[in-house]
């Protein structure tokens, strides 16, 4: 046999799936008896971007919760200061009536309770109130009064 005439073939082992006496190599895929078998990171792409997608979602809850108690924050004390300036108007000498009554009264008119109403004398008053949200309460607490009463500190 000369050099020219030689042939060389190509001779593969056949994978287990194909040792259910298919003769060509095809089997029933008909890809040529090739086949693509998963390296060790295949699908981790899937696996990282969902941890990705539950962190931030997990963040974007924390957040909303922040989010929540501050405004409730703010809501309480918008509603002590209101009630601190009605009941501080009903301690004028024209106001007349129950300053505490009043202030409760505002308080609840702007989403609060009033938790405690002490009157300072001279005309000055202060309230507490706290405003109910659903992962628990917020307070706060103001003083109204006449300037000649007003404290620096």
Same mark, same amino acid.
């Given at each position: 046999?000369?050099?020219r005439?030689r042939r #060389?073939? $190509? !001779?593969?082992?056949?994978p287990r #799936?194909?040792?259910?006496?298919? =003769?060509d190599g095809?089997?029933?895929r008909g890809d040529?008896?090739?086949?693509?078998?998963p390296?060790?990171d @295949?699908?981790?792409?899937?696996?990282l971007?969902l941890?990705?997608?539950?962190?931030?979602m997990l963040?974007m809850g924390?957040?909303g $919760?922040?989010a929540?108690?501050?405004?409730? =924050?703010a809501?309480?004390?918008?509603a002590?200061?209101?009630a601190?300036?009605?009941a501080?108007t009903r301690l004028?000498?024209?106001?007349g009536g129950d &300053?505490c009554?009043?202030?409760g009264q505002?308080a !609840?008119?702007?989403?609060?309770?009033? $938790?405690?109403? $002490?009157?300072e004398?001279?005309g !000055?008053?202060?309230?507490?109130? @706290?405003?109910?949200? =659903?992962? +628990?309460?917020?307070?706060?607490e103001?003083?109204?009064?006449p300037?000649? &009463?007003?404290?620096? +500190?």
């Amino acid at each position: 046999m000369s050099a020219r005439s030689r042939r #060389w073939v $190509v !001779v593969r082992a056949r994978p287990r #799936w194909l040792a259910d006496g298919c =003769r060509d190599g095809l089997g029933s895929r008909g890809d040529g008896g090739t086949r693509r078998w998963p390296s060790g990171d @295949e699908g981790s792409g899937t696996v990282l971007l969902l941890g990705l997608v539950c962190v931030v979602m997990l963040l974007m809850g924390f957040l909303g $919760v922040l989010a929540s108690a501050q405004s409730a =924050r703010a809501r309480a004390q918008a509603a002590s200061d209101l009630a601190a300036l009605a009941a501080a108007t009903r301690l004028l000498p024209l106001g007349g009536g129950d &300053a505490c009554g009043m202030a409760g009264q505002t308080a !609840v008119r702007n989403g609060g309770r009033l $938790v405690a109403c $002490v009157d300072e004398g001279g005309g !000055v008053v202060r309230v507490r109130v @706290e405003v109910a949200t =659903r992962i +628990g309460s917020a307070s706060a607490e103001a003083r109204a009064g006449p300037v000649s &009463a007003r404290s620096d +500190g």
